[in-house]
T-cell receptor, first 109, second 112 residues
């Protein structure tokens, strides 16, 4: 299983773009990269998933370089309600995926 | 109604007791998962099941057992609860390979 490394915490201000980078140096050919968001005492919620290049949906973008050894979750114009823990997961569809410690994002007014 | 439900939502039990946590889903997914989360930490996978006849150990299965009674139901049992099993437990489901996981609201378990 690929090990992931993320910053423990980040601070931002309302209206700013936030970029959270995840390192996964030993990612395998079949592995996807998935990001989840978790609020206190709630289950994680899927944000975005990608395999290579760039993926964008209504809430975030995911940038994956050609070597796939890292990925960056981009949250445009964050608000106070984006304060949460963000998890980067790497794994193949037919295997279990492991949650790391995540990145605790705090958005300030 | 919620797609993934967990019962009970909160439970306090004593050391040595057997306890079962239940999970039900209405999404029609084949894959179901049990995780535990300790304060300030990420989720750790206990068991997962890709269909009714396929159950697999996760990274921390010792002290736990599971039962997949039907496609929609996946139960987690603590045969003899111990205090360090005090945690927040989440059930999740997913559909086809690589699909996102949908999480239940969690069960807060306290073992005294």
């Amino acid at each position: 299983l690929a090990k992931t490394t993320q910053p423990i915490s980040m601070d931002s201000y309302e209206g700013q773009e936030v970029n959270i980078t995840c390192s996964h140096n030993n990612i395998a050919t079949n592995d996807y990269i998935t990001w989840y968001q978790q609020f206190p005492s709630q289950g994680p919620r899927f944000i975005i998933q990608g395999y290579k290049t760039k993926v964008t949906n209504e809430v975030a973008s995911l940038f994956i370089p050609a070597d796939r050894k890292s990925s960056t979750l981009s949250l445009p114009r964050v608000s106070l309600s984006d304060t949460a823990v963000y998890y980067c997961l790497v794994g193949a569809p037919n295997n279990d995926m492991r949650f790391g410690a995540g990145t605790r994002l705090t958005v300030k007014p | 109604d919620a797609d993934v439900t967990q019962t009970p939502r909160n439970r306090i039990t004593k050391t040595g007791k057997r306890i079962m946590l239940e999970c039900s889903q209405t999404k029609g997914h084949d894959r179901m998962y049990w995780y535990r989360q300790d304060p300030g930490l990420g989720l750790r996978l206990i068991y997962y099941s890709f269909d009714v006849k396929d159950i697999n150990k996760g990274e921390i299965s010792d002290g736990y057992s599971v039962s997949r009674q039907a496609q929609a139901k996946f139960s987690l049992s603590l045969e003899s609860a111990i205090p360090n099993q005090t945690a927040l437990y989440f059930c999740a489901t997913s559909g086809v390979a690589g699909d996102e996981q949908y999480f239940g609201p969690g069960t807060r378990l306290t073992v005294t």
